[in-house]
């Protein structure tokens, strides 16, 4: 967001945002009230308009590329940007797998009967207001706001100024569909200024905002948890362990551990470290080592496993809380699956881990006191992702302990109520 | 909170809590890994010592009720602070009450399998430390430290120093029941110091402390609510809300009305509006004010209810927002249940409302509509109430939107994390 400056001060910023807060919120009633079929049908509506007019997205997208070439981009940081047929078609598919989603909302969670005759319910209901903040990736403003409708949440979307102009097409294309399906328009809103201080301002609308949800590095993240006064929705970093025990089965363990740090290395669901079970250090580590090196992976090592991987690098204390994103692997030998599990919860950032073992003892203990959003069993760590999940679509990964933890889809964007019924019940 | 002072800097006194945070976090994980045979035990046998030890408990009271004399502390208070022997057997069985509920942990929330056999549990887990902020009221201690137990979250309690004597050693029983079920004693932690910066160290505590949760009045509640740093479970006050339908059952209408306003006045399920069909006004208003008066109750009326009930005082805008606590009640007339809603959504805290009426149809769309923690169909608002949900205990009530909303019982303290099991699954 290289191209931002405040101008605005803290003041005016806070009351620019209130107007935007008000009309949110003055949404919220109508989308509680509104149908799954009102609520598909602004989600198939506004996958229609993108079609159909790709033709206008690609033109508003080629002057952001314009801008983005004149202030000389990062080559990744254009390659998000850019928009081309599949991609529109892509957005547009996202939204048509949203409005398939069952509907998350009046889902009857609980429901009881008590003594005196009330029954109790628990019902899910909109979240409020969610404000999201983003970098230069058209596609999350689609997503998120696919996701927002569809649970009823306005939203207030806050794109990267990079991509200002394609987001701005693509949330009035949104806006569209949802006047089509007879929704309120204000349900989805792009902020129309990017002045730094609007950030500022969303992040302490108490009151006017439910949650945020930051998608983007670690150093927006970074920023977001620190400076919101309302809660948040995130995860900093993905620091996903691979735990192999002396029950695992070799093969698994081999190409779990590829996939789960090459795949794609960039991801946070990739591995950052492999454990390897003293019991079976010797005979695995060199075949995983082995595997993981052909495929273009740097190992760092500890003493220990260094012993067995003469070639890997030493590890140093940090490398153990160090995100890598990159084909750089660290390992270390550790004692049985109580090892494991006390390294993972020693250096972990709660997001993902996984143990490759046949012992189902063994796995239902990692399972049991992994303390993370995610544990796996003889399954790779890259399957983290709510579409993996089955949930249609994520808005992001949390990784804090409230609300939603793990991927974050049109589900976890819900609240609930309860319902109680009675037949003239006063309280003795 | 009369005596308390402020000796401390900010600085020492988050130097200070980070010391009691640091042994919460380092009980989580035995906690995580206990069964629920050896949290029902420490819940039975603190239960026990409680009760072995009533005379310790009475003595230790002596000396608080002794400084509350010397202080001339307000009668009302005095009243909560003050133990007897069947008030510390209440304490014991509560615990035991809470000993009796179903595990709250390891609960599979959901569960669901992929297309490529990978297979998805959501399963309950503890939610992480959690700090409770209370006044003067023994019992506090004991509920809230049972409900934490039971859930398996640390729990660091700051009670009112005009109970210290009394909560401290309320706190030792509980902890040496933790003891003797082979659980860590530092699980429940009560403040041995009333500094008030250690209040404040509380609520900045991110990432010591996962939620705070204050029992108290209003100041308190909004305090904590303005310097928190972490999520907070509460309710600022509870803006509850009966609506008289025309469908309703008359004598229901009389009764619920009467029971919601004037069982308990003071509570915050008391109900402080009183909201009237215009079709059914002329019959039913008179004889539901009549009740009401006849009760103790004050009346405060619009212009057209006060045409109908010409004794009532004049009601202003502002008593649509308050929580008067006393037996007074507002009423309005409004055009049926599109009317209430509207009024509700308004001006109600979001705590309970409550409709009465026999038409299932416009008893839907009211559960439906309002957008409070607990709607309700011809019952008493005074029912909302962990206990009257059977939840057994509640350590508050929330209005907020996120994670816990209504009665926050020993389930409304967990979170939950992905198990997910596959036998070598890697990703495409």
């Known amino acids: 967001m290289a191209n931002e400056t405040i101008t605005m001060t803290s003041v005016d910023a806070a009351a620019m945002m209130a107007e935007w807060t008000d009309r949110a919120r003055s949404s919220l009633a109508p989308m509680i009230k509104s149908s799954h079929d009102a609520r598909q049908n602004a989600l198939r509506k506004a996958a229609q308009l993108i079609r159909d007019n790709a033709a206008t997205i690609l033109a508003e997208n080629s002057r952001d590329l314009a801008n983005a070439e004149a202030r000389n981009m990062a080559e990744a940081m254009v390659g998000r940007l850019m928009l081309n047929p599949a991609r529109i078609d892509a957005m547009a598919a996202g939204l048509e797998d949203i409005a398939d989603l069952p509907d998350p909302l009046g889902r009857e969670l609980d429901r009881w009967q008590r003594p005196n005759g009330l029954d109790i319910a628990r019902v899910s209901t909109p979240l409020g207001v969610i404000g999201v903040i983003y970098e230069s990736r058209p596609n999350v403003t689609v997503d998120a706001a696919g996701l927002a409708i569809k649970s009823g949440n306005p939203v207030i979307l806050r794109g990267g100024s990079d991509s200002f102009y394609t987001s701005s097409c693509l949330a009035r294309l949104v806006q569209d569909g949802l006047k089509g399906a007879g929704l309120p328009v204000h349900a989805v809103q792009l902020l ?23 998608r983007g590095g670690r150093s927006l993240v970074e920023r977001v948890q620190h400076e919101a006064r309302v809660p948040v929705f995130a995860h900093l970093e993905g620091i996903c362990h691979l735990y192999i025990d002396a029950g695992a089965d070799p093969e698994k363990a081999v190409a779990i551990a590829v996939n789960a740090k090459m795949r794609r290395v960039e991801i946070c669901g990739a591995l950052e470290t492999l454990l390897v079970d003293r019991a079976v250090a010797d005979t695995l580590l060199p075949v995983i080592g082995d595997a993981l090196t052909t495929a273009g992976c740097s190992l760092r090592a500890d003493a220990e496993a260094r012993a067995i991987l003469p070639d890997a690098a030493m590890a140093t204390e940090a490398d153990w809380t160090t995100e890598y994103l990159a084909p750089i692997l660290s390992v270390a030998v550790v004692d049985g699956v109580g090892g494991a599990i006390d390294h993972i919860n020693r250096y972990s950032s709660s997001h993902t881990e996984s143990i490759v073992t046949e012992n189902t003892d063994t796995a239902q203990r990692f399972l049991d006191e992994v303390d993370s959003a995610i544990v796996m069993v003889n399954t790779s760590t890259q399957f983290a ?4 999940f089955g949930m249609g679509a994520e808005i992001g990964i949390a990784t804090g302990r409230l609300h939603a933890r793990g991927p974050v889809g049109a589900a976890q964007l819900t609240s609930f109520k309860y319902m109680v019924r009675g037949n003239g019940q006063t309280r003795a």
């Open 192 to 214: 129309n200024n990017t002045d730094r201080a609007l950030v500022g301002a969303m992040l302490t609308a108490v009151g006017g905002i439910d949650v945020i949800i930051p």
């Open 385 to 388: 992702d709510g579409g993996e």
